[in-house]
């Protein structure tokens, strides 16, 4: 045991108790002291060590400390150390700190050990901070010194320190090359441990590992791909590692089957959609070309077609060389055999991003999907021109009148053991209920080929059960559908095309000018004929020239063509006929059907995103336009509220004027009339108080039971008059709505007006009609000149009977020339004073009475303002990133274009489709 080692374990007074190990120690160490105390003083200092040891194990720390001052040899800084120690084991810990850090030393050991104790220290403090610091310094001095590391390891661990205990495996397993700071730095990357540090963070371990241990670097590589996938920074670690990667020399006797089964995830990740070319472009290249560097058996064909497929769609974006070896491996593959799954997926995730993304897939392209994927039965697609006598010809097969008319629909006929039929459209099913619907439904949309729909006719039908047979009808050719027939979207669909010809006049002009088209665009497709109706119109040996004629004609187009001669009865040559004509590929065959309609889905969401557009701009156009017809709507309102108003209320006031003139004119002759109650025996005293009244009661009688009835009459007049011009408002309003419900296709404006107010107005008539208080006037009760003295000589001169004479002529005089129009005026004003404030509520009500209509009329402006507004929205969005929409479908031709090169593994030759 070295010296430093006793010094540790604080033995070091055992080289005193030499020969002496059974004695006790303090006595043995007390002896040696007074021994040398005079001999050799020198040695005291290391005994006085030795004592502080001795009573340091019995823990008789305070001894040991007292022992410990005074060392002023070479064992002084360990002294220090045992007195910190000390104080420690006491529970004195910043004397036991101060102690510590006041150590002046060389020895490494010391040091160590001193950054071991005061790491206890720190932690028994739990000042975390200061204990991580001195374990880094600690390990720093000498991470070979036994223990060190694992104990910095175990401290980090506990505290949860992540980021040192990743730093410390990290560079451990660098200086090492220990397996087992590997392995622990992977099981940190497997708890997530490592996820907020940078990918390049590992690039120098990945470096050294790889050098020294492949499988643990792949076991490093791929924990850590794991890790990242789900952070920010997954794209940057996939960019880094391929970086690095690329340089690297793969150990071809390694197997790197869990590094080629992450790069097969991690790229159809890629691949599904979410990420744009533009951040694919970087990663895509490097990411393929290591995958072919390491790919296993079981995935090499994935990552070759994958490099094939991604050069072809990214011209130039490999290198040569990757092409070539990724060619050279789809060439030596063996045959896919999860072709028709994985197909499948790929198009149900298209169908999930489209949903995502507001669009459905076309229902026609779902079913006919799903229709290969399920059916096994031989398709054959039957055509002709117009007057060809098919649809004769399928009720013949069909054993059934079904086809009654020529169909403008695609109709699939197969065996079914109910009958069922199902009608399928772009955008919707919809069960068919009974024969006489299909018949119907067949020729419904004869004239918009664009819109067919497929029928699916499921019924029990012996001939296509017992041949295994699906009958494809579409329409008949001709003139109006040469352009957009749908032959050419289901001809791929079928095994063979079956073009059928009369027997009174066989392969047309028309005809052979179809089928040339055909062939022109799917030359691969096996075409044959039926001729049929020459039973009853040639006999035999002509028949058989007519066959003959014919063939030899076909046959100058398609050499291989087979011609069958049809009748009624022979349905069993038939079924022989098209055993022998039909080549059924098998599942090669229906997958490559499912690819190109695959490829008619991402045509067709192309398409769709284009119609969006293009939909969002009529939208917006639409809603602009109808705004400015709505806003001219409401002004039109408001001009016509503003012309009702004024003619109403200008007949209400003609009501009014006219009331008042006829008071005015009739009133002063009530007046006047009035001077029969004067005789020259009136009390001429008193006449003009008698007169007063009776003017005021001949006035009231008037007002009630003449002006009051006429009044009355012309409200009626005016109300009739008012309801009028309501009636014709709400008429023209009735006609706007209908314009505009017609321009939105659906009645969505009803603007109706509140005919209440008309209630209120007749209902306000009665009321103000049906009496009045008519307040007494001042007549003859003024004092004006003539007045007061007419008055004054009543009473002045009444007193002498002579007198009277000349006061009745006075006053008879005075009232039969008397000017009462003021009085009138006054009269009519106080009469009408309550229908004037009628008058001019007029104009509110008229309001109100299209106060309704015009809310409607603002709110469907607001409602187009609306969709003009997120109209725009929508089609910003579109025109500023429309690689949001189109880069995925880009993706996902790729993909399929990858599943293309993979299904023409183990063929002898690979062509591009």
């Not at 040991?64 to 070479?74: F, G, H, L, T, V």
């Not at 006929?413 to 068919?432: A, M």
Request: net charge negative; aromatic share 10%; charged share 30%.
């Amino acid at each position: 045991m070295t010296i430093e080692e006793q010094l540790i374990r604080k033995n070091y007074y055992e080289m005193f108790l030499e020969g002496k190990e059974a004695e006790n120690p303090v006595q043995v160490l007390g002896e040696v002291y007074l021994k040398d105390h005079v001999s050799h003083p020198e040695n005291l200092p290391s005994i006085r060590f030795a004592q502080g040891e001795v009573y340091f194990q019995y823990k008789d720390f305070e001894a040991a400390i007292y022992k410990w001052e005074n060392i002023a040899n070479d064992l002084e800084p360990w002294a220090k150390k045992n007195m910190a120690d000390a104080y420690f084991e006491l529970g004195f810990l910043e004397s036991a700190e101060e102690l510590y850090l006041s150590i002046a030393t060389d020895s490494e050991v010391l040091k160590i050990e001193t950054g071991l104790q005061l790491l206890a220290l720190y932690m028994e403090q739990g000042r975390t901070d200061r204990a991580v610091e001195v374990i880094k310094e600690t390990v720093a001095l000498n991470p070979d010194y036994p223990g060190v590391t694992k104990i910095a390891k175990a401290f980090f661990e506990s505290k949860e320190d992540w980021g040192n205990a990743v730093d410390l495996a990290a560079a451990e397993g660098m200086r090492t090359h220990s397996p087992d700071w590997f392995d622990t730095l992977i099981d940190y990357i497997n708890h997530g441990h490592t996820k907020p540090l940078q990918p390049d963070y590992f690039n120098n371990v990945m470096v050294g590992l790889f050098e020294t241990d492949p499988a643990r670097f792949e076991s490093l590589v791929v924990s850590l791909w794991k890790s990242y996938r789900e952070e920010a920074s997954y794209l940057q670690w996939m960019k880094n590692f391929n970086e690095i990667f690329l340089g690297m020399e793969t150990v071809s006797r390694h197997q790197w089957s869990d590094l080629s089964a992450i790069y097969k995830e991690s790229y159809s990740d890629l691949m599904g959609g979410r990420l744009l070319i533009k951040e694919l472009k970087p990663l895509i290249p490097s990411h393929l070309t290591n995958w072919l560097k390491i790919a296993d058996t079981s995935s090499k064909l994935c990552a070759s077609s994958a490099a094939m497929a991604w050069s072809e769609m990214f011209p130039s974006s490999l290198g040569n060389e990757t092409v070539r070896l990724a060619e050279e491996m789809v060439l030596a593959a063996a045959k896919y055999p999860h072709a028709m799954e994985d197909s499948l997926k790929l198009f149900d995730r298209i169908g999930a991003w489209a949903k995502k993304n507001g669009v459905s897939v076309d229902n026609r392209l779902k079913w006919l999907i799903d229709s290969i994927a399920s059916s096994e039965n031989r398709t054959v697609l039957l055509a002709g021109v117009a007057g060809s006598g098919k649809a004769s010809f399928l009720n013949t097969v069909l054993s059934e009148e079904l086809m009654t008319s020529q169909t403008s629909s695609v109709v699939a006929f197969q065996y079914g053991v109910e009958p069922e039929i199902l009608d399928i459209s772009e955008s919707v099913s919809e069960q068919i209920a009974s024969y006489e619907d299909f018949q119907e439904a067949v020729g419904l949309r004869r004239q918009n080929h664009k819109s067919e729909t497929i029928i699916d006719f499921r019924a029990p039908i012996e001939f296509l059960r017992e041949n295994s047979l699906e009958l494809i009808d579409v329409p008949d050719f001709n003139r109006n559908n040469a352009e957009y027939h749908p032959i050419l979207r289901y001809l791929p669909f079928a095994d063979c095309l079956l073009f059928v010809l009369h027997a009174e006049d066989p392969f047309t002009a028309k005809e052979e000018e179809v089928l040339q088209s055909i062939v022109s665009q799917h030359s691969e497709k096996p075409i044959h004929f039926l001729l049929h109706g020459l039973q009853g119109m040639y006999s035999e040996q002509e028949s058989r020239a007519v066959q003959d004629e014919v063939l030899s004609r076909i046959k100058a187009i398609l050499p291989e063509a087979r011609l069958f001669a049809f009748s009624g009865g022979k349905l069993d040559e038939l079924g022989s006929f098209l055993d022998a004509i039909i080549m059924k590929g098998g599942e090669t065959a229906r997958v490559t059907k499912i690819h190109h309609y695959i490829r008619m889905t991402i045509s067709y969401l192309l398409n769709k995103r284009l119609e969006m557009e293009n939909k969002l701009v009529e939208t917006i156009r639409w809603n602009e336009e109808m705004t400015a017809k709505l806003n001219g709507a409401i002004n039109q309102v408001h001009d016509l509220e503003e012309e009702k108003s004024s003619g109403i209320k200008k007949a209400f006031r003609k009501a009014k004027e006219d009331t008042r003139a006829e008071i005015i004119e009739k009133v002063p002759d009530i007046l006047k009339g009035c001077s029969d109650m004067v005789t020259e025996k009136s009390d001429f005293s008193k006449i003009h108080i008698e007169l007063n009244e009776e003017m005021n009661k001949r006035v009231k009688e008037f007002l009630e039971d003449t002006i009051l009835q006429k009044f009355y009459l012309r409200l009626q007049d005016w109300s009739r008059y008012a309801k009028s011009e309501f009636e014709q408002g709400q008429a023209y309003l009735d006609e706007m709505a209908e314009g505009f419900n017609t321009m939105y296709g659906e009645e969505k404006l009803s603007l109706t007006c509140d005919f209440k107010v008309l209630e209120d107005w007749e209902r306000d008539a009665d009321r103000l009609t049906s009496g009045i208080a008519v307040e007494k006037q001042n007549i003859l009760l003024r004092s004006t000149p003539s007045q007061i003295l007419l008055k004054g000589a009543g009473k002045l001169l009444s007193v002498l009977p002579q007198n009277n004479s000349m006061l009745f002529n006075k006053y008879k005089s005075y009232l039969e020339t008397e000017d009462f129009s003021e009085t009138a005026s006054a009269i009519a004003d106080k009469f009408l004073q309550q229908f004037g404030i009628f008058e001019k509520s007029l104009p509110r009500d008229v309001n109100l009475f299209f106060r309704e209509a015009l809310k409607e009329l603002e709110g469907a402006v607001k409602e187009s303002n609306g969709d003009i507004a997120v109209s725009k929205e929508e089609l910003a969005k579109l025109r500023h990133e429309p690689e949001v929409y189109k880069d995925p479908l880009t993706l996902f031709e790729t993909k399929l274009r990858q599943y293309e090169w993979m299904s023409a593994a183990g063929r002898t030759a690979v062509y591009n489709s």
